[in-house]
């Protein structure tokens, strides 16, 4: 969700009955992540240019600004951008 006044983000973890703010906007629905045994994900924070890498198994949300990164590919889709340990 976007806060319109001040522009921040966050995240609304469900399941639950979403009740939006006045200046809120729903930007988009997503699902968990969930790493398995021998996965991981490479994550960016897009406002400050962090890395972390999260390891399997484990089920998480990321930040509303991280994108994910594999090979020189980004994306928010977090999903599919998970990758195996070889």
């Not at 969700?1 to 979403?18: D, Q, T, V, W």
């Not at 968990?32 to 390891?55: D, P, S």
Request: aromatic share 6%; proline share 5%.
């Amino acid at each position: 969700m976007k806060n319109n006044i001040n522009g921040s983000y966050r995240h609304a973890l469900g399941p639950m009955l979403l009740q939006l703010e006045a200046y809120e906007e729903l930007i988009r629905v997503a699902l968990k992540v969930i790493l398995h045994k021998f996965e991981y994900i490479r994550l960016v924070n897009e406002l400050t240019g962090v890395e972390r890498v999260i390891e399997g198994p484990r089920v998480f949300v990321p930040d509303p600004t991280e994108v994910s990164l594999r090979n020189a590919t980004q994306s928010k889709e977090h999903s599919a951008m998970v990758q195996h340990q070889c």
